[in-house]
């Protein structure tokens, strides 16, 4: 059992405290593009070769499925937030991860990230100390500690199983330690003290 998660932690600080702890605009961009069915580079200013993070894009314009990469499993590696489908391999998605942004592939076919005069949002989230972490297991059906590099408290905790069709399970530290949200689902929360195991996040 192959599993992706999705990290953030209780507060950002902007680096108040610290004069080398980088600014918000140094791990987050939400920037609007329009495709060119050709290669394209996304120049965002955040540096996802060097730190590592995620990317996640919606089409504005047209009804296409959102496209999740993430430096943890690979340029190459995509899933649907919108869908329990699992991990496909998509070449013509994002073909790197750059010092100031991403760049992306020849997205002719499919559409999700790149369809010429289609228009875009991609949310961009760089790794970082109590902002954003996202790391990869092997489950093995017992209660255990994932590790993170957040350095204090998770805030929010998103999960999928990449090899076969499941749910996006969510924890947010707002709601009680059993209960848990669906992402692809209108459904409210449910209870599960499983998921969890019934247990607040930690450092």
Do not use: C
Not at 56 to 81: E, H, P, Y
Not at 93 to 118: C, E, K, Q, R, Y
């Amino acid at each position: 059992m192959l599993h992706d998660i999705i990290m953030s932690a209780t507060s950002y600080n902007n680096g108040s405290n610290s004069s080398s702890a980088p600014t918000s605009d140094e791990v987050f961009s939400s920037y609007p593009y329009t495709g060119n069915s050709t290669a394209n580079n996304i120049i965002n200013g955040i540096d996802l070769s060097s730190h590592g993070g995620m990317v996640w894009i919606k089409s504005r314009s047209n009804a296409l499925s959102s496209a999740v990469f993430d430096t943890a499993r690979g340029v190459t590696k995509r899933l649907k937030s919108d869908s329990i489908n699992a991990e496909q391999t998509y070449s013509a998605g994002i073909s790197s991860f750059n010092s100031d942004g991403f760049s992306l592939g020849v997205d002719n076919v499919i559409g999700d990230v790149n369809t010429i005069a289609t228009t875009y949002s991609a949310w961009t989230f760089r790794k970082a100390a109590k902002f954003f972490d996202v790391v990869t297991w092997t489950g093995n059906a017992t209660n255990r500690i994932i590790p993170h590099s957040l350095g204090q408290e998770v805030g929010m905790i998103i999960v999928k199983r990449m090899e076969i069709s499941s749910d996006w399970i969510v924890y947010h530290r707002s709601m009680a330690n059993n209960n848990y949200l669906v992402l692809s689902s209108t459904t409210g929360k449910g209870t599960d003290a499983s998921f969890w195991n019934a247990t607040r996040s930690e450092e």
